[in-house]
């Protein structure tokens, strides 16, 4: 046991240590423990701290330094196979927000550009080493692929072949990152292609990547969207839109896709229909950000398109977020200068917890292919 810890015997009569040990226990987590999973505490104050701030104290205080722990994506696993995050009290604040995103529109148009200042604004510094050369921050497809780059490749390739391309095919990508997507898909299948973003470095990145393609970048709500396309495809940008717009981003869709045409839908997705979100991704990482799940899609949906295809690859997100994971480990040095060492600790935490939800299965990652209902059907790739 490292001597930075805290020593059990010191607080074995801490309440608060207590009950925190034996919730840990039913999922195999000890604290101080040997096990790569198990957590090394280093201020007593932390167990009162996480029952009586739940996730958001969890993840703070791991920020704070307070604790450590050698695999975080499998104490991640652990607690999350076991629901322990169900056993937890929830904080007052939680409560209000939760109450909020249902009373509220918490991604209206003004709002709705808080995330892409807050998170993808963050810098192109830590991105473009962090990511695949498509600079894909969304899930790979690890079918048959061995590394990132590929796996982010085949995603690419896969999303393209369920549209089935065409050259000469108008194509829209909302929400469209770094330009990746749509690089790929008009060097490739030649098509033209409209992207849209709410981050101004992402527009500036995506720009340059594109140049001499038949490709347009824009700073745009999706909301103000008003042409038509061929085709048109979604690619991590649906976790961000929010309950109380999914009928409008779908009536949106509707408006923008022609007649014969297909939509993709690539999207992070919950098990359960709620408004719930993780308060600490919530204020660190993505700002009113909300997952779907099957039945606000399906409902969504409804009014206008026939789904044609359904596809679960969740489990891969895992394999994707430990690749970035190093991939941040092994650029660090390079960038420390322009970051705290907080922050290493809160994109740490970030990556692995992410990484164990998906590993435990608490979330999916779901490519949904919509028609208005195509003659014969229609055959979607895997």
């Not at 409209?194 to 140049?211: D, F, M, N, P």
């Not at 809160?346 to 292919?369: E, H, K, S």
Request: hydrophobic share 40%; charged share 25%; glycine share 8%.
């Amino acid at each position: 046991m490292s001597s930075s810890c805290i020593e059990e015997t010191a607080i074995k009569d801490n309440e608060w240590f207590r009950i925190v040990s034996e919730l840990l226990s039913h999922a195999g987590v000890a604290i101080n423990g040997n096990s790569p999973a198990d957590i090394q505490v280093k201020n007593p104050d932390f167990f009162k701290r996480i029952l009586q701030q739940g996730s958001l104290g969890l993840g703070e205080s791991y920020m704070d330094g307070w604790w450590d722990c050698d695999r975080l994506d499998l104490f991640f696993t652990k607690v999350l196979r076991n629901g322990l995050e169900n056993q937890l009290p929830h904080h007052f604040k939680d409560t209000l927000r939760i109450l909020s995103a249902r009373l509220f529109n918490l991604q209206n148009r003004k709002r709705a550009w808080i995330v892409g200042k807050e998170h993808y604004d963050l810098g192109n510094d830590l991105f473009t080493r962090m990511l695949d050369p498509f600079m894909q921050y969304s899930c790979g497809y690890w079918k048959k692929a061995t590394d990132l780059e590929t796996a982010q490749q085949d995603k690419l390739r896969m999303i393209c072949e369920k549209l089935q391309l065409k050259p000469g095919m108008t194509l829209l990508d909302i929400g469209c990152g770094w330009g990746g997507l749509a690089a790929f898909a008009a060097k490739n299948y030649g098509v033209s292609v409209y992207g849209v973003t709410i981050s101004a470095e992402q527009q500036k990145l995506a720009q340059a990547r594109c140049e001499g393609l038949d490709v347009t970048i824009l700073l745009q709500d999706y909301r103000d969207l008003a042409m038509q396309f061929d085709r048109i495809v979604s690619v991590g940008m649906f976790e961000h839109v929010g309950p109380k717009n999914y009928e409008t981003y779908f009536a949106v869709v509707n408006r923008c896709l022609k007649p014969e045409g297909i939509f993709l839908l690539h999207t992070i997705g919950s098990n359960k229909t709620d408004n719930n979100v993780d308060p600490w991704i919530n204020k660190y990482i993505f700002p009113n950000g909300c997952l779907p799940s099957v039945k606000h899609i399906a409902q969504a949906s409804e009014p206008y398109f026939v789904m044609e295809d359904w596809h679960n690859f969740g489990s891969d997100y895992d394999k994707t977020l430990m690749a970035w994971y190093q991939r941040f480990l092994a650029c660090w040095p390079e960038i420390a200068d322009n970051y705290s060492e907080r922050f290493k600790r809160m994109f740490t935490y970030y990556l692995n917890a992410c990484a164990g939800a998906f590993r435990a299965r608490d979330i999916q990652l779901w490519q949904v292919v919509f028609s208005r209902g195509i003659e014969n059907g229609l055959r979607v790739p895997r």
